[in-house]
């Protein structure tokens, strides 16, 4: 809520009621101006469309016209053709085979591939690419025709065509000729040209014919007169570009509103989003299908598809930014959209929006002025409203100022100076028959009335505020006095809590180190205990242990002795071998004279001899064996050498630990001794400590009661001193209230 | 490391990891020349003391010309008999080898068949032609069974028999008449009985005894 | 044709003689020295009762007597002295422990003829190298023979 005096508000009151017919009229203007502005633009797009819808669908008709015309005359050609090729008594095919390079225009690929030669009445037709050279039957038949004329031969069964005879040329000046038709170059799209010759039908419309887009006309060849199966098929056709030269000069010369014009994109294949009329013909081939607007919208390529959704010549808009070549922003425009799908063209008739700028501006700028002059009159009708109500104003406000004043210094309860202000008041302002501080008159007006009662409540509250002053001050000083008084008995207190305190944690204390000296005593008596019953074992162990040693020794004696009983044996074998060795001697030697006697026997002594070579044999196998032992005999001698040794030092090792032992379980006899002896001295100490603990146990728990008695009465005192506090407080507070007012 | 060469037999050879190359051509290091020079290191040593001594004093003496006595038989064991057949019926004497049994002519006495250098040769258990218990054996025996390849008028025969005592020359004069306590049917092919240090041996008559064993072939 | 040859070293290079011409192979004996004989005469043996001259043949193509070892033995072959005729003689050399089959074509005759060395006859070569033939009709020069056989004569 703004705070506003009540002056203003008069004046303001004033203001408002001269200032609201004019905004009304204001606003009701501005909406106006709003729907004036809608209307003029709807009617100029319903203009734009009808202008450009009117254009698409002419440059439709005209399409449909040049290419009805082109059909017919391509057909009537075509029957002359067929005469001809009847009168030189048809193509057939040799059982000679020619080899092609197929090319697939539309993936580049090549393929070689072996076909039947095609004859013309015994004549081949060739397989000629140059144009200096004349190709039979093809060349004269253009001629005659004044069309390029082309010959295709089945490749396989599917029906892809081979371009084996034409006119037409490929750009370095040659015979297009190897270049195949493929059924179906794009998958899921059926090639209307096969789908027509190979059901033996004729078809005649826009085609690619070795290599180049024509309007042409198709027509099976076939093998025989049964018209079993089609071979291959012949092709005469225009050139697009010549077919529809006339077209787009119309097309160019027509204009679409002050600054339109048509334009056709190429719509599938390879001619999609090409320009191939643009305005003026300065665009014509380039490619635009990627232009997009301001908001990367890719606008071409909406506006190709959303053509090719036309059926016959139905007509589409479309409004986007397009920027002419030479012009620096772009433009909104209509365009109205159709597709002529014999040719493959996008027809685009566009109209620009700012076209009819020129009737919206004219509008705006009359109901801008009619706005001027209302804010004019406005400006001047609110200076001589607000100058008047000022004035009214000051009149009423002058009386009922004085008297808040009034109110306001007995608020500060300064009693002295509104007394005075309220008589100043009185004799200016007072009308001559009222008498001063007289009760109010029913006459008098409400200000006048007002300025009484207050008088009278000044007077009033003078005297009660005298009265206050007075008893605060004996209040205040009972108070200090309990407080006072309170706080000594409590501090008496709680010294004496302290000391009780003190002296119960001092006992507590004794009482807690004589219990941990007691334990601690107890525990010493433990280990002492433990200590003597560890010894013992230890040393009845370290008997058990000698024992052991002293077997071992013993053990370790006899191991030795087996040891040297085996190097005996290990020796024994070692003559065992000589033997061996003397053994094997001979009976090399035997073998050696068998051999030489079987030798001198002949033929005879032919088995023998073979008996002596094995006798020979085994004994070398005996030595070998003889070795081995002998290896192997060594090798236990060495270990058992080691053995010995080792026994020996084992056994030297034991002797010395036995000796130890006995060191070790004599000390250990003295350490028990020496324990057994303290144990009862540990007894009597321990329970000395136990009773200390005891006594200083029952003074503690004396302390511990003395203490929570001293505690109760600190805290009864201390609620009857936050009690004291708060009466103090109290009558502090009254006293400051009563201050305030100056008697 | 020298060791390791002169006993490859042991390391790369048969006894070892197989790993000789030679292992290839010579099946097993008996019958490789390696193995063999490595055996004869052995007699490259010196002989023992008195070895050289013995032979000379072998050697001065007039060699024996001791007179041979006209018959010799080889001495074998069939189950706890001793039997003798005349040595000049015996082919070879071979280790023991499988028996491969013959389809529709196995007999207890006709086994079957054996290899005997890569020949095929006809073999018969002595045991069940004598009619003698071959499943007793003296339980001292440490005798190696052998298999005795004799040939009787162009036919080889092949026997096993449990122990192989050798040669043992006679003369016509030291054969016995056979006592009657040689086992049941031994006597009937036994021509007499030979002593041969402690034991007693029945010298086959080799006619009866091929007699009655073609009577199983015909 | 086929030959039994007898191997044998002599210090470290193999020989061989052809088995028609031993008679024995013997173990190695002691041998009664023959004073004033050539030092490649070991000595005499007894051979079973004929005391036979014995040959070192380490000593006489190497210049060391043959190591008494095993393996160390003599063959007892004959020997023909042009003017007593047919004697025994003992040949000692080392490593005699094998026999070798020969084909007669394999041995290929030395080319090697010298006077003092005709006792070296033909070549063999087999995996393990080169042996050698000993001729014993040209071991002993001739008044050598001459001395050690007319002696045995005379007796």
Redesign the interface.
């Known amino acids: 809520m703004l705070k506003l005096t009540l002056k203003h508000k008069v004046a303001g009151l004033c203001a408002l009621a001269a200032l609201l017919p004019l905004i009304v009229i204001s606003a009701l203007t501005f909406y106006k101006q709003t729907t004036l502005k809608t209307g003029v633009i709807e009617d100029m797009q319903v203009l734009t469309k009808g202008e450009t819808e009117k254009t698409a669908r002419i440059v439709y008709k005209l399409c449909e016209m040049a290419n009805r015309q082109t059909a017919e005359r391509l057909d009537k050609k075509m029957s002359v053709a067929r005469i001809q090729l009847r009168a030189i008594g048809g193509l057939t095919r040799s059982d000679e085979p020619a080899t092609w390079k197929a090319i697939n225009p539309s993936t580049g690929e090549t393929v070689k591939i072996d076909l039947r030669k095609m004859m013309a009445g015994g004549t081949w037709l060739g397989m000629n690419e140059s144009t200096a050279v004349e190709s039979p039957v093809i060349d004269s038949l253009a001629k005659t025709l004044d069309c390029s004329c082309s010959l295709f031969q089945r490749m396989n069964q599917r029906g892809d065509m081979l371009a084996i005879s034409t006119t037409v040329r490929t750009k370095d000046n040659r015979r297009a000729i190897g270049v195949a038709i493929m059924e179906s170059p794009q998958a899921g799209e059926v090639n209307p040209v096969f789908a027509a010759v190979l059901k033996g039908d004729s078809y005649t419309g826009r085609a690619l014919v070795a290599g180049e887009w024509q309007m042409a006309a198709f027509e099976p060849i076939w093998d025989s007169p049964s018209r079993k199966e089609v071979i291959g098929m012949i092709a005469i056709g225009y050139p697009m570009e010549s077919v529809y030269r006339d077209t787009r000069q119309i097309v160019m010369s027509i204009p679409v509103g002050k600054t339109g014009y048509v334009g056709i994109i190429g719509g599938k294949g390879l001619q999609r989003g090409h320009y191939i009329i643009s305005k003026n013909g300065e665009r014509d081939g380039e490619y635009i299908w990627e232009t997009r607007d301001a908001q990367g919208e890719p606008i071409i390529r909406r506006i190709v598809e959303k053509a090719q959704t036309t059926r016959n010549g139905s007509i589409l808009y479309d409004r986007y930014a397009w920027m002419n070549i030479g012009e620096t922003v772009p433009r909104m425009k209509t365009s109205a959209l159709t597709y002529f799908a014999a040719w493959d063209w996008v027809i685009l008739a566009g109209m620009y929006e700012d076209d009819y700028h020129g009737v919206l501006i004219k509008v705006e700028s009359a109901v801008s002025r009619w706005l001027r002059m209302l804010a004019l009159a406005g400006a001047i009708a609110l200076i001589v409203v607000v100058a008047a109500a000022t004035f009214l104003a000051r009149s009423i406000t002058a009386p009922v100022e004085n008297l808040v004043n009034v109110a306001q210094l007995v608020a500060q309860g300064n009693l002295i100076e509104a007394r005075e202000k309220m008589t100043a008041m009185g004799k200016s302002g007072k009308s001559p028959e009222e008498p001063p501080g007289g009760a109010p008159d029913d006459r008098a007006d409400e200000t006048t009335r007002l300025s009484a009662a207050i008088e009278k409540m000044i007077s009033d509250l003078r005297s009660l505020v005298g009265l206050v002053q007075t008893s605060c001050v004996w209040l205040v000083s009972s108070a200090t006095q309990m407080a006072a008084a309170s706080r000594e008995q409590e501090s008496n207190v709680a010294s004496f809590s302290a000391a009780t305190t003190q002296a119960a944690s001092s006992v507590q204390e004794i009482s807690a180190t004589s219990e941990e000296l007691a334990r601690a005593v107890q525990d010493v008596k433990d280990i002492a205990t433990d200590t003597a019953t560890l010894a013992n074992s230890g040393r009845s162990g370290l008997e058990g242990m000698e024992n052991v040693m002293n077997q071992l020794a013993d053990a370790t004696m006899t191991i030795s002795s087996k040891l040297a009983v085996i190097s005996k044996k290990a020796n024994l074998i070692s003559s065992v071998v000589t033997a061996i060795s003397k053994v094997a001697d001979q009976t090399n030697l035997l073998s050696l004279n068998a051999s030489i006697e079987a030798e001198k026997a002949g033929e005879q002594g032919l088995g023998f001899s073979v008996v002596a070579r094995e006798i020979r044999r085994l004994a070398d196998q005996t030595a070998a064996a003889t070795l081995d032992i002998e290896q192997t005999v060594t090798e236990m001698q060495t270990s058992v050498s080691a053995g010995v040794m080792e026994m020996d030092k084992f056994s030297q090792d034991v002797r010395h630990g036995v000796v130890t032992v006995g060191n070790i379980s004599r000390d250990l006899a003295q350490i028990i001794e020496k324990v057994e002896d303290l144990t009862p001295r540990f007894e009597i100490v321990n329970d000395g400590m136990k009773a200390q603990s005891l006594g200083a146990h029952q003074i503690s728990e004396a302390m511990v009661f003395l203490s929570e008695g001293a505690r109760k009465e600190t805290d009864s005192l201390k609620q009857f001193n936050e009690a004291t506090r708060q009466l103090t407080d109290a009558v502090h507070t009254l006293q400051e209230i009563a201050a305030r007012f100056k008697v | 490391m020298k060791d390791a060469a002169r006993s490859c037999w042991n390391t790369i050879g048969v006894a070892g990891d197989r790993s000789c190359t030679e292992l290839r051509t010579y099946i097993h290091c008996n019958n490789c020349p390696v193995f063999s020079a490595g055996g004869r290191a052995l007699l490259e040593r010196n002989p023992t003391a008195g070895q050289i001594d013995e032979w000379t004093a072998n050697l001065a003496m007039e060699k024996s010309t001791e007179k041979r006595s006209e018959k010799a038989a080889y001495i074998f064991r069939v189950g706890t008999e001793w039997l003798g057949i005349p040595a000049d019926l015996f082919v070879e004497i071979v280790e023991m080898r499988p028996i491969r049994r013959i389809p529709h002519r196995h007999n207890n006495v006709l086994t079957g068949v054996m290899s005997i250098r890569g020949e095929i040769h006809l073999c018969f258990s002595m045991a069940d032609l004598l009619g003698i218990d071959a499943g007793v054996v003296p339980a001292e025996s440490k005798a190696v069974p052998r298999v005795c390849v004799v040939r009787k008028s162009s036919f080889v025969w092949g026997f096993p028999v449990a122990e192989m005592l050798g040669l043992h020359r006679f003369s016509e004069s030291d054969i016995e008449q056979a006592p009657m306590s040689i086992a049941k049917a031994v006597p009937r092919f036994t021509s007499g009985v030979l002593t041969a240090g402690n034991r007693k041996i029945g010298l086959l008559d080799d006619e009866l005894l091929f007699h009655a064993l073609e009577k199983y072939i015909a | 044709m086929i030959m ?1 040859l ?1 191997q044998f070293s002599i210090a470290q290079d193999r020989y061989a003689l052809e ?2 011409q ?1 008679i ?7 041998f009664r020295p023959c004073p004033g004989a050539p030092d490649y005469i070991a000595g005499q ?5 004929t005391v036979i001259p014995a040959i070192d043949l380490c000593r006489l193509m190497h210049g060391r007597p043959c ?5 160390t ?1 003599i063959i007892v072959t004959s020997y023909s002295d042009t003017a007593s005729g047919q004697h025994l003689l003992g040949l000692v050399a080392e ?5 070798i089959v020969v084909a007669d074509k394999d041995l290929k005759p030395s080319e090697l003829d010298l006077d003092q060395s005709r006792y070296l006859g033909k070549i063999a070569c087999d995996k393990r190298g080169m042996i050698q033939c000993i001729r014993v009709e040209y071991l002993l020069p001739a008044d050598v023979s001459k001395r050690l056989f007319s002696a045995g004569k005379a007796d």
């Not at chain 3, 190591?67 to 393996?71: F, Q, R, T, V």
């Open positions: 039994l007898l088995t028609s031993i024995e192979v013997l173990p190695l004996v002691h043996f007894n051979y079973r009762g190591e008494a070892k095993m393996s033995r490593s005699m422990t094998d026999t």
